[in-house]
């Protein structure tokens, strides 16, 4: 599939399956996401969905003549207590394992970015949390704007075996004059 024919929006509810059979599908490569296979169920998905529509964001990437796939996806949502309504918090995205390295992470980031800079002027901070060896990701959200905020050692358990840090980072929109 040729990216010229992928469409970025907004999700739907309608998207709900396919969002869950994208995430399933991300979730079998290591270090795809945070989460195991068994630990994507359609009950999780819903939820960040549902918190997404609430009070945050959630865009997707679908072929632009047939929908019925979705190929990459990210959200972010605002956290429970009050003192954090200006936060978007949770920030996750997941691309399909056949169309990493395309550009497709950075254009939702850049999509979702913008919406923040232009329709959320009370959102003051968007924060994501990066695993250290995601040097990848981690260069993707500096270029951008993210700012590293320290790290959160010995966080991930790599099954057990060996354990790595958490990479807080931060992107923070242009106040307006």
Known sequence: MNTDQLLIRKAEVKDIHKIFELYKNVSKVIGGLARTETEIT???VE???KKAFENGLQFIVADRWNEDKIIAEIHCYKLEPEVFRHILSELTIAVDPNFQGKGLGKKLFQTLLAEVQ???P??????LIARE???????LYEKLGFRI???FEKRISNNGTSF???I???WFPEVKK
């Open 149 to 151: 905020e320290g790290r």
């Open 42 to 44: 359609k009950a999780y």
């Open 168 to 170: 807080p980072m931060a």
């Open 164 to 166: 790595e840090a958490d």
């Open 47 to 49: 939820h960040f969905t």
């Open 133 to 139: 060896t995601n040097s990848k990701a981690i260069q």
């Open 122 to 127: 009370e959102i003051l901070r968007v924060e």
């Open 118 to 120: 232009s329709n959320r």
